[in-house]
């Protein structure tokens, strides 16, 4: 509503302010116009004056021409004066009319004001309440609006929101982490590890990939300490070890420690520790690793020393010369030197190299001592060490560690004893001696074995043995071997031997003895079993039946070494099935038997009692993968069952005339074809079973006429039929015309189905 | 006190044992060029701004190009003296050519190249216009002499300035 008024309030100040511009372009050129014309009023003026002039001068003193100029001068002046008059007239006419359109805009302004007060009242009126309103929502929104800016270019300003971020993930990761302890008891898993353990594994494996040699001199100060305890233990044992080893030597000086071990009852392990662990450490220099500086030396008093910087740049030379001399990869470090009584051990840190000038013999443990100081370095000075350019003042607090460095022993005066035969003694030598026993009975039991598994290999056949030694705590064998004989690793093993304990390298190589001739033969022939193979005196005898593809291949083993022979008795399996089946069956002459792809085919006619006699030699042949694969007995006929049915089938067949008549009612050739059919067929299986056959022909009429008539028609009926016969390849000698037993006659309502002829069959 | 480690590289020859022999008063015997390739003498010296310096000077065995034992040797050094012997040109692009390598190797170090045997002027094969070329690279170019000591000190002290100023 209060849109509409604005507009229509708009358009109406839009008209006022043009008529406005208008009235104001036409005042402006009615002010040039009165510019102007006060001009010309300043001439009119001067005009006047001059007239003046003219009227005042004696007329008498001025030429005439001159007064006719000035006259005609006047008179334009005159005209163009009036013309000039005229307009001034106008003029005033037209600032009156002015006037009067300037009141009229003044009334109309003034009531157009009016208007639009009242409109604008009327509008404040109305949405006063509903202006009020909106500006009291729009202030609530304005806070919001700002408070929406300053997010949004929050959320917009990566930077701040990693500050911000940064300020509340600290919190976050405590908060989750105190979660942590009661989801673990709770056999959960813990979404804070869940979350970080991806991306850290992440972060140290791409660090390591990175840069493994800063993650490694980070791990420095904390590894080695690791790695010492770990192999504390292992070097404990190999200390005890060295010990007893010690103990079991015979030298010179170790006899003497003996002696004097015994004398004063301590033990002998204590003895060559007081004999042999004296050292003084002289000097200790730290070196800065890649410039070879001196950061720091301690040393002895009273100990000469010569130009310590020059010394521990001269280490790092003789360092790097011998490893780029004698190093294959470049990475392995000089560790110690030694110089008559003097040794040099060297420890490496990641930026600093420990030196320690010894005198006299040096135990291990100092090493340990040496690791710990520089880990110690390294891990309170680390970046110090790394950055250290000549300058050695702040590493001066590294001094402590340095003269924790600066050992010495003296070798303490031995204190004699009277007990020369202690029970400890006593009780360690006889631990030896059991030692010794144990060890003396197991190395001849571990003997016995060896010498039991190299007798049993060098008796296998397919196994020789060209060379056996025991070295280094192990069998080593060498020797030739039948890939055919027996496994020397099974044979090893009845003789409790590991793997580890015999070493073998055999050379395969072909046993000529029957015996692998044979079982390679079998394993390379792969015979069927159907085949025996023999194999006597370098001869191959081969018996059986086998496909041909095989027995081709079998006759070709005399290139196999160890044949010289081939005895083939073999037959292929076809053939071998068929003669099986023969000598089976013993079938007739009448019954063909036939094998392929080891499917036997029997067919042929035989008489009921030989057919029973087949069917069960049928059930004798052998069925197998490697003999029939199927019998096939359906073309094997009892052809005196067969005959019955043939002579069933005619004597039940009958063919008709016509009334009166010795011909055929007509449609009747499928019964002829197959009444001929039959009798042929009656005569091939008579012939089969050497029995004469006569077919009886009958012939019958429906009785109408005389019994004459009758008996004739019946006699020319049957006639007519074995014509037929004839005619088509049946001899006579097997037809024979036969009466009925009963002539009908004078009937007089004839039934057409009398009017046949009917076959029996004699033999 | 600050220590720097120097190197003097050189062709086979230029004279650099016989500048540090004129220098210091040696602690080790010159059969370590010979066997280790390398000798190592210390010398105290005053940088032009009054400030003490201890010089560790590794004189490595002549050699127109680095060797790896050599390559080992320049390892954390602060400073280098690059030294030809100006009776012999080809010294000249040895230096070079070392120079190259020592850099790629160190990256950039304050090193000041002698232009030794001064004394044999007769002799002397470096033309004036490769130096003043050297010294508008700005290069700071010396010509010594270890038979007069000629600059053998002001050499070893002003290379002390300029590893101060790094």
Same mark, same amino acid.
């Given at each position: 509503?209060?849109?509409?008024?604005?507009?229509?309030?708009?358009?109406?100040?839009?008209?006022?302010?043009?008529?406005?511009?208008?009235?104001?372009?036409?005042?402006?050129?009615?002010?040039?116009?009165?510019?102007?014309?006060?001009?010309?009023?300043?001439?009119?003026?001067?005009?006047?004056?001059?007239?003046?002039?003219?009227?005042?001068?004696?007329?008498?003193?001025?030429?005439?021409?001159?007064?006719?100029?000035?006259?005609?001068?006047?008179?334009?002046?005159?005209?163009?004066?009036?013309?000039?008059?005229?307009?001034?007239?106008?003029?005033?006419?037209?600032?009156?009319?002015?006037?009067?359109?300037?009141?009229?805009?003044?009334?109309?302004?003034?009531?157009?004001?009016?208007?639009?007060?009242?409109?604008?009242?009327?509008?404040?009126?109305?949405?006063?309440?509903?202006?009020?309103? $909106?500006?009291?929502?729009?202030?609530?929104?304005?806070?919001?609006?700002?408070?929406?800016?300053?997010?949004?270019?929050?959320?917009?300003?990566?930077? $701040?929101?990693?500050?911000?971020?940064? +300020?509340?993930?600290?919190?976050?990761?405590?908060?989750?982490?105190?979660?942590?302890?009661?989801?673990?008891?709770?056999?959960?898993?813990?979404?804070?590890?869940?979350?970080?353990?991806?991306?850290?594994?992440?972060?140290?494996?791409?660090?390591?990939?990175?840069?493994?040699?800063?993650?490694?001199?980070?791990?420095?100060?904390?590894?080695?300490?690791?790695?010492?305890?770990?192999?504390?233990?292992? $070097?404990?044992?190999?200390?005890?070890?060295?010990?007893?080893?010690?103990?079991?030597?015979?030298?010179?000086?170790?006899?003497?420690?003996?002696?004097?071990?015994?004398?004063?009852?301590?033990?002998?392990?204590?003895?060559?520790?007081?004999?042999?662990?004296?050292?003084?450490?002289?000097?200790?220099?730290?070196?800065?690793?890649?410039?070879? $500086?001196?950061?720091?030396?301690?040393?002895?008093?009273?100990?000469?020393?010569?130009?310590?910087?020059? =010394?521990?740049?001269?280490?790092?030379?003789?360092?790097?010369?011998?490893?780029?001399?004698?190093?294959?990869?470049?990475?392995?470090?000089?560790?110690?030197?030694?110089?008559?009584?003097?040794?040099?051990?060297?420890?490496?840190?990641?930026?600093?190299? !420990?030196?320690? #000038?010894?005198?006299? =013999?040096?135990?291990?443990?100092?090493?340990?001592?040496?690791?710990?100081?520089?880990?110690?370095?390294?891990?309170?000075?680390?970046?110090?060490?790394?950055?250290?350019?000549?300058?050695?003042?702040?590493?001066? &607090?590294?001094?402590?560690?340095?003269?924790?460095?600066?050992?010495?022993?003296? +070798?303490?005066?031995?204190?004699?004893?009277?007990?020369?035969?202690?029970?400890?003694?006593?009780?360690?030598?006889?631990?030896?001696? !059991?030692?010794?026993?144990?060890?003396?009975?197991?190395?001849?039991?571990?003997?016995?074995?060896?010498?039991?598994?190299?007798?049993?290999?060098?008796?296998?056949?397919?196994?020789?043995?060209?060379?056996?030694?025991?070295?280094?705590?192990?069998?080593?064998?060498?020797?030739?071997?039948?890939?055919?004989?027996?496994?020397?690793?099974?044979?090893?093993?009845?003789?409790?031997?590991? &793997?580890?304990?015999?070493?073998?390298?055999?050379?395969?190589?072909?046993?000529?003895?029957?015996?692998?001739?044979?079982?390679?033969?079998?394993?390379?022939?792969?015979?069927?079993?159907? #085949?025996?193979?023999?194999?006597?005196?370098?001869?191959?005898?081969?018996?059986?039946?086998?496909?041909?593809?095989?027995?081709?291949?079998?006759?070709?083993?005399?290139?196999?070494?160890? =044949?010289?022979?081939?005895?083939?008795?073999?037959?292929?399996?076809?053939?071998?099935?068929?003669?099986?089946?023969?000598?089976?069956?013993?079938?007739?002459?009448?019954?063909?038997?036939?094998?392929?792809?080891?499917?036997?085919?029997?067919?042929?006619?035989?008489?009921?009692?030989?057919?029973?006699?087949?069917?069960?030699?049928?059930?004798? !042949?052998?069925?197998?993968?490697?003999?029939?694969?199927?019998?096939?007995?359906?073309?094997?006929?009892?052809?005196?069952?067969?005959?019955?049915?043939?002579?069933?089938?005619?004597?039940?067949?009958?063919?008709?005339?016509?009334?009166?008549?010795?011909?055929?009612?007509?449609?009747?050739?499928?019964?002829?074809?197959?009444?001929? +059919?039959?009798?042929?067929?009656?005569?091939?299986?008579?012939?089969?079973?050497?029995?004469?056959?006569?077919?009886?022909?009958?012939?019958?009429?429906?009785?109408?006429?005389?019994?004459?008539?009758?008996?004739?028609?019946?006699?020319?009926?049957?006639?007519?039929?074995?014509?037929?016969?004839?005619?088509?390849?049946?001899?006579?000698?097997?037809?024979?015309?036969?009466?009925?037993?009963?002539?009908?006659?004078?009937?007089?309502?004839?039934?057409?189905?009398?009017?046949?002829?009917?076959?029996?069959?004699?033999? | 006190?600050?220590?720097?480690?120097?190197?003097?590289?050189?062709?086979?020859?230029?004279?650099?044992?016989? *500048?540090?022999?004129?220098?210091?008063?040696?602690?080790?015997?010159?059969?370590?060029?010979?066997?280790?390739?390398?000798?190592?003498?210390?010398?105290?010296?005053?940088?032009?701004?009054?400030?003490?310096?201890?010089?560790?000077?590794?004189?490595?065995?002549?050699?127109?190009?680095?060797?790896?034992?050599?390559?080992?040797?320049?390892?954390?050094?602060?400073?280098?003296?690059?030294?030809?012997?100006?009776?012999?040109?080809?010294?000249?692009?040895?230096?070079?050519?070392?120079?190259?390598?020592?850099?790629?190797?160190?990256?950039?170090?304050?090193?000041?190249?002698?232009?030794?045997?001064?004394?044999?002027?007769?002799?002397?094969?470096?033309?004036?216009?490769?130096?003043?070329?050297?010294?508008?690279?700005?290069?700071? *170019?010396?010509?010594?002499?270890?038979?007069?000591?000629?600059?053998?000190?002001?050499?070893?002290?002003?290379?002390?300035?300029?590893?101060?100023?790094?």
């Amino acid at each position: 509503m209060s849109l509409e008024k604005n507009i229509a309030l708009a358009k109406a100040l839009k008209s006022i302010r043009e008529f406005l511009v208008l009235q104001q372009a036409q005042l402006h050129a009615i002010e040039e116009r009165i510019v102007q014309l006060e001009q010309e009023q300043t001439h009119f003026d001067v005009l006047n004056i001059l007239e003046d002039r003219v009227d005042n001068l004696e007329l008498e003193h001025i030429p005439s021409d001159i007064i006719e100029n000035i006259e005609n001068n006047l008179e334009k002046s005159l005209t163009r004066l009036y013309l000039l008059e005229k307009q001034i007239e106008n003029l005033e006419s037209g600032q009156v009319r002015f006037d009067d359109i300037d009141r009229q805009i003044q009334s109309l302004l003034e009531s157009r004001q009016i208007l639009f007060d009242e409109i604008n009242n009327k509008i404040n009126e109305l949405e006063k309440n509903k202006l009020v309103k $909106l500006e009291t929502r729009l202030s609530h929104f304005e806070p919001v609006l700002t408070r929406l800016g300053k997010l949004e270019k929050q959320i917009k300003n990566s930077e $701040l929101m990693t500050q911000e971020l940064a +300020k509340v993930l600290p919190h976050a990761i405590r908060q989750a982490t105190q979660h942590i302890t009661e989801q673990m008891k709770n056999e959960e898993k813990a979404g804070l590890t869940e979350s970080l353990q991806e991306p850290v594994e992440h972060c140290l494996r791409h660090s390591i990939h990175e840069d493994t040699r800063s993650f490694a001199n980070i791990l420095f100060p904390v590894m080695g300490p690791a790695i010492r305890r770990a192999i504390n233990e292992s $070097l404990k044992n190999v200390v005890q070890s060295i010990n007893k080893t010690a103990e079991l030597s015979f030298s010179r000086k170790g006899l003497a420690w003996r002696v004097e071990a015994w004398r004063s009852g301590r033990s002998f392990s204590d003895i060559v520790l007081q004999n042999s662990l004296i050292y003084r450490v002289e000097q200790v220099f730290l070196i800065h690793r890649e410039s070879g $500086l001196l950061i720091q030396h301690v040393h002895q008093k009273g100990v000469e020393i010569g130009d310590s910087d020059a =010394v521990s740049a001269m280490f790092t030379a003789i360092q790097d010369f011998i490893r780029d001399s004698f190093s294959s990869n470049k990475t392995e470090e000089l560790s110690s030197v030694e110089i008559g009584d003097y040794t040099v051990w060297l420890e490496r840190g990641p930026y600093a190299v !420990l030196a320690c #000038v010894i005198r006299g =013999v040096t135990p291990y443990h100092f090493r340990e001592i040496m690791r710990s100081s520089l880990e110690m370095m390294h891990a309170h000075y680390g970046l110090l060490l790394q950055n250290f350019e000549g300058d050695n003042v702040p590493l001066q &607090p590294c001094l402590p560690w340095l003269e924790k460095t600066l050992q010495s022993k003296t +070798k303490e005066e031995a204190k004699t004893s009277s007990h020369l035969l202690s029970p400890q003694l006593i009780g360690i030598f006889g631990i030896i001696l !059991l030692g010794f026993l144990g060890w003396g009975y197991f190395h001849f039991e571990y003997q016995q074995r060896l010498t039991g598994y190299i007798n049993e290999l060098q008796k296998l056949p397919g196994i020789v043995i060209i060379f056996s030694e025991f070295d280094d705590g192990k069998l080593m064998i060498t020797g030739m071997r039948d890939p055919l004989a027996s496994e020397p690793q099974k044979i090893a093993q009845n003789y409790g031997l590991s &793997p580890e304990e015999v070493e073998s390298v055999w050379t395969p190589y072909q046993d000529l003895t029957p015996q692998f001739v044979e079982q390679r033969l079998r394993q390379q022939l792969a015979p069927p079993s159907t #085949v025996d193979i023999r194999l006597q005196d370098h001869i191959l005898y081969l018996e059986g039946y086998a496909s041909q593809n095989w027995i081709n291949r079998a006759t070709s083993a005399s290139l196999l070494p160890g =044949v010289q022979v081939v005895s083939d008795e073999l037959l292929e399996t076809d053939q071998f099935l068929l003669f099986l089946a023969k000598k089976t069956l013993v079938p007739p002459e009448s019954v063909t038997l036939n094998v392929q792809e080891r499917l036997l085919q029997i067919t042929g006619y035989v008489d009921s009692m030989t057919f029973k006699l087949l069917e069960q030699g049928i059930q004798n !042949l052998p069925q197998s993968p490697t003999e029939f694969a199927g019998i096939d007995s359906s073309g094997l006929i009892d052809a005196e069952r067969e005959r019955e049915q043939v002579i069933q089938r005619i004597e039940k067949m009958k063919l008709y005339f016509n009334q009166g008549m010795t011909q055929l009612v007509p449609e009747q050739k499928t019964t002829q074809q197959a009444l001929l +059919k039959n009798v042929h067929k009656l005569l091939v299986l008579s012939q089969i079973l050497q029995q004469s056959v006569v077919l009886q022909i009958t012939g019958n009429t429906d009785g109408t006429g005389s019994k004459i008539l009758n008996q004739q028609l019946s006699q020319q009926r049957a006639e007519t039929i074995i014509n037929w016969l004839h005619q088509n390849g049946i001899e006579k000698r097997h037809l024979n015309v036969v009466p009925p037993t009963l002539i009908l006659f004078g009937k007089n309502e004839p039934n057409p189905s009398d009017r046949n002829v009917i076959f029996r069959i004699n033999y | 006190m600050i220590q720097k480690k120097i190197c003097m590289i050189g062709d086979f020859s230029v004279g650099k044992t016989s *500048l540090v022999a004129r220098f210091v008063r040696q602690s080790f015997s010159d059969k370590y060029l010979t066997t280790v390739g390398v000798k190592i003498d210390t010398k105290l010296v005053k940088s032009t701004d009054g400030h003490d310096v201890k010089l560790i000077l590794w004189d490595i065995a002549g050699n127109d190009t680095l060797t790896t034992a050599a390559t080992s040797y320049l390892r954390g050094s602060a400073g280098f003296l690059l030294i030809i012997d100006g009776t012999r040109l080809p010294t000249w692009e040895s230096a070079l050519n070392l120079r190259e390598a020592v850099t790629k190797q160190l990256g950039e170090k304050p090193f000041i190249m002698l232009l030794n045997k001064a004394d044999l002027t007769e002799q002397w094969e470096i033309d004036q216009e490769l130096i003043d070329e050297k010294v508008q690279e700005g290069w700071i *170019l010396l010509k010594t002499s270890a038979k007069t000591g000629l600059n053998v000190e002001e050499a070893f002290s002003e290379l002390a300035t300029q590893m101060l100023k790094v």
